[in-house]
């Protein structure tokens, strides 16, 4: 995914930009690029298609110094990865440029400004902004005013940056949907997508709010608000404890990461978010096109990734209304597989290095299309330089960060999320998602950050929960519908880190088998949201309670379920069914997690297990 790294100083800058760049590299691109204003006011770019090594190497070769920059990687979503392509763009030799988002109305702007006499010189959507802006320059030569009145045209996401040569003591910035934050260094300032860009020049940040303009010199930051009005932003100090390989305050790297989940599904849901739709182009630049031809889907992962998948087959039957199967990938890489036509072939892990996954994509990739094969190829990856995302046609990036736990949380609600859009982008394209639906859902994930934040404010309570299961061996987790996935996603953490043998079933299928199992030494667990499959729950609940076992129910507050002799009701926010499932695996990753730490076992590294298992 795009990075951007900007500096204004009274040194040259070059290396700063450079070593910013670097610091993204994590997050997987294709392309990166400079562009500087150098001492005698003259504005030149480097840019190179492949790693940030590359174009270091260029610029070792050919220097680019200057003391006002802006530098970009690049992921496209418009236009082959290639050099003309590469940010940043410019407007003749005055005005640069450099975008992480996607501008929808990009063709009609473009053919406007095409009258207005102006020639482009790459396929990008990016590229209209610089020229829209030199067009406003003409009528409003200030930058920061220019600035503000050329965004209202763009629709669509933006983190943007600029800087002309003619006001070369300043970087402008606007952040619509892309995250923008400013570094304030003495003397000199800096701007980045990400502040582990500038983790090297300063400690001190200020983060943009959505719709904020910034103009940033070396002594001073201005900030406009969306209305216009100058705003200021709270300065934030970066304290060590933030860091992704350092547990903070919190007592283990698995507790820190079940808490980060209201900013990390917050994260990955930026920049992919039109008003009331999701953006498709950030699949990919040919996202739309195949996802118009896709009429099956076929989801292949391992562990926890594969009940991801599970959860996203309900979603994209119900709501994209589009044929969906799931396998792991352990089975799927070593059978003949029958391929419907038409079909797009997920995959989903966190490292993008599971041996089976990527075994299975190379073989779906093997069989050709029109000959039995795939559509294309699609991964939904923590890790941008994977494997597995270089080796996919597309990709949608889940924004997690770094995961040190081995016992994965916040990648499972990040992937939840990402394949949400997935099936919101599939439904519209294919016309199978009416609009209001698509809207309404967009409108419950802008709230999902902070309904996971109330569901994590419930710590303590589940906490207490946890005291009934320290003594047991046996754990049986029931669900319905999307939520049987969720459970079984909760025995398995169970499982993984407290080392208690947790079943997942549905909970229809009780009667069937694992009720014989039921006495007063195996708790029950339950996730029960508040929707059609409720009352049918209840009654098997009813079944496990006349068997005198335990219950602990996870029931939305509007359920009206009570606590009562051997029945332990923990009553959650309500939420939109469809998203339901992200909302209760919150409690249960707690769940698990103080069993774990009352059981004393290993939380951070079980027993036999690895993070990333590349190996078969
Ligand atoms: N749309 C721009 C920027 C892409 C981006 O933000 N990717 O993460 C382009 O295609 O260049």
Same mark, same amino acid.
């Given at each position: 995914m795009c990075g951007i790294v900007g500096a204004v100083a009274e040194r040259n800058i070059t290396a700063v930009l450079v070593e910013g760049l670097k610091r993204l590299?994590?997050?997987?691109?294709d392309s990166a690029g400079v562009a500087l204003i150098n001492d005698a006011g003259v504005l030149d770019r480097r840019r190179r298609v492949g790693k940030v090594s590359e174009l270091d190497a260029a610029l070792a070769a050919d220097p680019l110094p200057g003391r006002v920059g802006i530098a970009h990687t690049r992921w496209a /979503?418009?236009?082959?990865?290639s050099e003309r392509n590469a940010h940043p763009h410019f407007s003749g030799n005055q005005l640069a440029v450099v975008h992480n988002g996607i501008i929808e109305n990009h063709e009609a702007l473009r053919e406007e400004l095409k009258g207005f006499g102006y020639t482009f010189s #790459?396929? /990008?959507? /990016?590229e209209v902004i610089v020229h829209l802006l030199d067009h406003t320059l003409k009528t409003q030569p200030d930058l920061a005013a220019a600035l503000k009145i050329a965004v209202k045209q763009l629709h669509g996401a933006y983190g943007l940056a600029v800087i002309s040569a003619k006001q070369p003591d300043r970087i402008l910035a606007a952040r619509s949907g892309s995250p923008l934050v400013i570094g304030l260094g003495l003397g000199e300032n800096f701007l980045a997508s990400d502040q582990l860009a500038l983790r090297q020049v300063t400690d001190r940040f200020m983060y943009l709010e959505e719709g904020d303009i910034a103009e940033i010199t070396r002594d001073s930051v201005q900030i406009w608000d969306v209305s216009g009005a100058p705003v200021t932003r709270e300065q934030v100090q970066y304290h *060590?404890? !933030?860091? !992704? +390989?350092d547990k903070g305050e919190f007592r283990h790297f698995m507790l820190k990461e079940i808490h980060e989940q209201p900013s990390v599904v917050q994260r990955t849901l930026e920049g992919r978010l039109g008003e009331d739709h999701v953006l498709v182009q950030a699949f990919g630049p040919q996202a739309a096109e195949i996802f118009a031809k896709a009429k099956n889907i076929q989801i292949v992962a391992c562990g926890t990734s594969y009940h991801a998948g599970m959860v996203a087959r309900y979603w994209l039957e119900e709501l994209a209304g589009i044929p969906c199967q799931i396998e792991v990938a352990s089975e799927f890489r070593y059978r003949k597989v029958v391929v419907q036509p038409d079909t797009l072939f997920v995959s989903i892990s966190?490292?993008? *290095?599971t041996a089976d996954t990527l075994a299975a994509l190379r073989n779906a990739k093997d069989l050709s299309p029109g000959n039995g094969g795939y559509l294309a190829s699609l991964a939904i990856c923590n890790v941008g330089i994977s494997s597995l995302v270089r080796e996919s046609d597309l990709t949608l990036l889940t924004? !997690?960060?770094?995961?040190?736990?081995? +016992? #994965?949380t916040k990648a499972f609600t990040t992937q939840l999320v990402a394949l949400m859009l997935l099936t919101l982008a599939l439904g519209r394209v294919r016309g199978t998602l009416e609009a209001k639906v698509e809207a309404e859902l967009v409108a419950e994930l802008r709230r999902l950050p902070t309904r996971l934040g109330e569901a994590l404010a419930m710590d303590h309570v589940v906490e207490k929960v946890s005291e009934h299961f320290a003594e047991k061996h046996h754990t049986l987790f029931l669900g319905r519908g999307a939520q049987y996935p969720v459970a079984m996603e909760g025995a398995l953490k169970l499982k993984e880190i407290s080392y208690i043998h947790a079943e997942a079933y549905p909970a229809g299928e009780l009667k069937h088998g694992p009720l014989a199992l039921v006495d007063a030494d195996m708790p029950v667990v339950t996730v029960a949201p508040n929707n059609e499959l409720l009352e049918k729950l209840k009654s098997n609940l009813q079944e496990v309670r006349a068997r005198g076992g335990e219950l602990i129910v996870f029931a939305d507050e509007q359920a009206a379920m009570s606590n009562g002799e051997g029945t332990h009701v923990v009553n959650m926010p309500h939420i939109h069914d469809a998203l339901a499932p992200i909302l209760y695996t919150i409690p249960l990753q707690l769940l698990s997690y103080y069993v774990a730490v009352l059981k004393g076992t290993d939380v951070d590294q079980p027993r036999n297990l690895a993070k990333s298992v590349t190996v078969e």
């Open positions: 590299e994590y997050r997987g691109y /979503t418009h236009g082959a990865p #790459s396929d /990008t959507d /990016t *060590e404890g !933030a860091e !992704a +390989a966190q490292s993008g *290095e924004l !997690a960060g770094p995961e040190i736990g081995v +016992a #994965s």
